[in-house]
């Protein structure tokens, strides 16, 4: 049994994995990607981002994406979508211009309207907004804070309810926020504040790119979900890899598995955490060693196809639930 089904039976609704379309012609890639018993649940890592699924204004394309949704579909995989509004991976058309608030605000409407209304019940999930707040708890200055000012969040979500499938459960997702510090605050206040004006929000997704070294602890995660879960909102672990510097040694590698363990174990013993996503599990397709050069291996498969110590801790912590 994979670690999806393993999940299930912990009592999460998945353990799912990002995929991404540069490797799709890899039968050793795809056999693992979507078999249902070891991930029930997919990400597309890029497809559903606005520079791939609105190219041109008004011009969308769905191709990307449905590459890896319509498999994942037929394989009865469960699927997160992402993401709506992001400051990365924007289209030129949409970044080389001035706009007035009013027009930028129809641009995001009518993208939310034709991407939602796309992918209507495909969705468990969709990260309505990715990674708008700085490290120390300000709001990151993007081109929709610097146009629409900080309406622009709950203009997305508002957008979001109205055009979704109704079961579809609108995400806030970010990464350092797996510990109660001042980037996951300005999100509890986030929240609270929608809380309070009736704004939907159902969920915070806290992304864990973590390192070996210094990624949080058991007790750490379990408190950051928990402040979360306080407010009503449920959580996911939307992107987890745990990078490490390279070379790997087994110290690195066992203590890589530590950090995977503890991280899903926080999830399953929350009071809602619905579910662990990894950002691709086969090092060769991770984001990691382009942005960090010199660190690596940071997914659950190595380059030969071999399950790492971090596999079978995880399989441990379902089995032991
Ligand atoms: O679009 C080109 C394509 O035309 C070309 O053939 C290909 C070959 O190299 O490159 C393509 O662009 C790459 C794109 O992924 C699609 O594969 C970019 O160079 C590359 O930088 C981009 O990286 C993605 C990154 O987001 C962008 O910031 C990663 O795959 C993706 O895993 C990563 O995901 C993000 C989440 O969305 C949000 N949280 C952090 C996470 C990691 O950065």
Redesign the pocket.
Known sequence: EGLGALAVKAGLQYFGT?I???VLDNKNYTSIAFNVSEFNQVTP??GMKWMYFEPQRNVFNATLADQIVKPARKAGQLRRC??FIWH??LPGWLTSRNWTAPELTAVLENHIKAEARYFKDDCIAWDVV??AFNDDGTWRDTIWLRTLGKSYIELAFTFARKYVGKKTMLYYND?NVERVNNKSLAVVELVKDFKKRDIPIDGVGL?A?FTVGRSPSYNETSASIAQFNKLGMEVAIT?LDVRLALPDTAEKSEAQAKVYADTVKACVDAKDCVGVTV?DFWDPVS?VP??FPGNGNACLWTEGFVKKPAYYAIQKVFQDA
């Open positions: 990002a991404d379309n540069v890592s890029n992402h993401t990365n991976q990715n990674e990464y992304q790119h992107e950002w984001w382009e942005t």
